[in-house]
Nanobody, 114 residues
Framework: VQLQASGGGLVQPGGSLRLSCAASGSISSINVMGWYRQYPGKQRELVAS???????VYADSVKGRFTISRDNARNSVHLQMSSLRPEDTAVYYCNALLHGLVYWGQGTQVTVSS
């Protein structure tokens, strides 16, 4: 599985961005897909994940502001981010769990600044 992330950029506080992650093959059998973020010098942390059945998990810091969704027909997973804050500034990575293996896409930078 190859994952290609896109949609990062610079946005003002309170603004919105939509991240997308396209998989090279069908994602219908991928158990869990998720978005992580990484601050400089820190480990990656979970932002949100979605199971094959559509169950979602969110980090407390993004609940009510971010929404994860997956489109099995288009082999993609998305992260809609609203009410963005400067502390959301990080490199965001999509990942996939399939048959016990974890796959990562390349990161996409999200910068929230006025």
């Amino acid at each position: 599985v190859q994952l290609q992330a896109s949609g990062g950029g610079l946005v003002q506080p309170g603004g919105s961005l939509r991240l997308s992650c396209a998989a090279s093959g069908s994602i219908s059998s991928i158990n869990v897909m998720g978005w992580y973020r990484q601050y400089p010098g820190k480990q990656r942390e979970l932002v949100a994940s979605i199971t094959i059945g559509g169950s979602t998990v969110y980090a407390d810091s993004v609940k009510g502001r971010f929404t994860i969704s997956r489109d099995n027909a288009r082999n993609s997973v998305h992260l809609q981010m609203s009410s963005l804050r400067p502390e959301d500034t990080a490199v965001y990575y999509c990942n996939a769990l399939l048959h016990g293996l974890v796959y990562w896409g390349q990161g996409t930078q999200v910068t929230v600044s006025s």
